[in-house]
């Protein structure tokens, strides 16, 4: 798992997930916007990188990953 990509969601109940080449650039464009919005915007941070990595280490399962990720989504 990379810190890469942000998800914006919009008050339609769309979103728009973007990845980006690296950690780097994705932080860049999340300053950009926080600067340069001139209403409020709601930004996620990534799904937490510890539950992610548990999963990746075989420490949760599937089924507890994908319930923590339900969660955390709303």
Not at 23 to 47: A, D, G, H, P, V
Not at 54 to 67: A, D, G, P
Request: hydrophobic letters at 35%; aromatic letters at 12%; one cysteine or more.
């Amino acid at each position: 798992h990379a810190p890469n990509s942000i998800e914006i969601l919009f008050n339609n109940r769309k979103s728009l997930f973007l990845v980006f080449k690296d950690e780097n650039c994705r932080n860049w464009i999340l300053k950009s916007i926080k600067e340069k919005s001139t209403q409020t915007i709601k930004l996620l941070k990534s799904f937490p990188e510890g539950i992610t990595k548990e999963w990746v280490n075989n420490k949760i399962s599937n089924y507890q990953y994908l319930l923590k990720l339900n969660m955390y989504s709303g």
